[in-house]
């Protein structure tokens, strides 16, 4: 049940509901996320816009001490569109106060780069985390990779989509509220037109694409995969549905999996550290991730 404190919070944001084209829409998310990104924790360092290759960059969150440190790959949310690792800042220096090294990968946005572009860096980004953490002391061999929305949709997707040993290397997935089967999130939403736009433009107008595996990972949960953890937001009408039915798909083939709902709480919350429901949220997470990596 939601918080008498996070009730409060939530009542006290503000809405993010810009016009203009895609370059003012994003200035007006990069604006409102800066809310969100005060008070950051103390980590060991935080190296910004690192190459990983021609068009690829990512700040990367160190800890503090010595390691070698596991791994988080975190993919940021946006509808394939929005974001960057600025506007994820804390959440991002957050995984790295808890003692992991944290690539925030700023991977291509639609609708310059549609499908496969995201994808593409997202698997180019799991070899490059191996070959490279130790300059970080980072420990290569344990990799977690996760996102929220549109991220946890090209994390899942990077595991499912992935050659069996690159999936072995990714020890565990962290899915926050994601959209995982794109016909059936655009179906849900149909009078939202920025979600509509959103989705139109990952896969540059070419809806028939829903329906590929790599772009709605649903449809590629066949096989066991890495242990997931599923965080879903109660009061989420765009997303919930499709953690829940991760969920059941883990369950089907037999696959290790935690599923979470935040009662009462909206999509976009991992930003919101100041709930008690992201506090109890981490909690989760970090018992997860010490047992999985």
């Known amino acids: 049940m939601i918080s008498e404190h996070d009730r409060q919070v939530l009542s006290s944001l503000p809405v993010w509901n810009p016009a203009g084209d895609i370059a003012a829409q994003r200035l007006a998310w990069e604006e409102l996320a800066g809310i969100f990104n005060r008070d950051l924790p103390a980590i060991g360092d935080l190296h910004k816009n690192i190459e990983l290759r021609a068009g690829l960059r990512a700040d990367v969150a160190v800890p503090e001490g010595a390691g070698p440190h596991p791994v988080v790959i975190y993919l940021h949310g946006g509808g394939w569109a929005f974001g960057t690792p600025a506007s994820f800042r804390k959440l991002g220096m957050q995984f790295a106060?808890?003692?992991?090294?944290?690539?925030?990968?700023?991977?291509?946005?639609?609708?310059?780069?549609?499908?496969p572009a995201a994808l593409e860096d997202v698997m180019f980004a799991i070899g490059w985390a191996a070959d490279n953490a130790q300059r970080w002391n980072g420990d290569g061999r344990r990799i977690a990779i996760g996102g929220d929305s549109a991220g946890a949709n090209l994390a899942l997707s990077a595991v499912t989509s992935s050659a069996p040993q690159t999936r072995a290397g990714v020890r565990a997935a962290l899915l926050f509220y994601g959209a995982f089967d794109l016909a059936a999130t655009a179906e849900r939403n149909r009078t939202h037109a920025g979600l509509q736009m959103q989705l139109k433009a990952y896969v540059a107008g070419n809806t028939a694409l829903f329906d590929d595996p790599r772009v709605s990972p649903l449809k590629a949960v066949s096989a066991k995969l890495p242990p997931c953890f599923i965080m879903g937001a109660g009061d989420d009408a765009w997303c919930?549905?499709?953690?829940?039915?991760?969920?059941?798909a883990l369950f089907a083939v037999a696959s290790r999996?935690?599923?979470?709902?935040?009662?009462?709480?909206?999509?976009?919350?991992t930003q919101m550290s100041t709930l008690d429901a992201w506090r109890a949220a981490t909690r989760l997470l970090w018992e997860f991730l010490a047992r999985n990596v």
Request: charge should be negative; avoid cysteine; aromatic fraction near 12%.
């Open 97 to 115: 106060e808890a003692g992991y090294l944290t690539i925030i990968l700023d991977y291509r946005l639609a609708p310059e780069h549609p499908f």
């Open 240 to 248: 919930l549905a499709d953690s829940l039915a991760l969920a059941q």
């Open 257 to 269: 999996y935690e599923l979470h709902v935040m009662e009462g709480i909206p999509h976009g919350f």
